[in-house]
């Protein structure tokens, strides 16, 4: 009888060890996109410091400058219809940027 016992809770722990285990899911992972604009407000062309224009990826020394110097801006695709920004370039800081307009007079 102990033997048939035995028998059974190795077939028992056998069972048990055989059995598929559920995989850890891996924490969900957001874009790099998605990340960045969440965590940054938006940059206004139309007023930013050329330093805080090239805190914005693939704005260096004269991207900022050629933005600031072809100030006001309408929209910010302006950037690429006037020859400021190649399309690439763009698309990298497209959701990262807006241009405000100034406020209408008071009278």
Known sequence: MKFAKYI???IAALA????PQQ???APAKETPKA???AATKLVDINS???????ELPGIGDA???KIVASRPY???NELVQKKILPGATYDKVKD?????QPGGKKK
Do not use: G, Q, V
């Open 63 to 65: 991207y900022a400058a």
């Open 48 to 54: 930013a410091t050329e330093s805080e224009l090239k």
């Open 23 to 25: 995989p850890k899911k």
């Open 96 to 100: 990262l940027i807006i241009a405000k």
């Open 16 to 19: 048990l060890s055989a059995a």
């Open 35 to 37: 990340t960045a604009a």
């Open 74 to 76: 309408r929209a910010k």
């Open 8 to 10: 059974w809770i190795l």
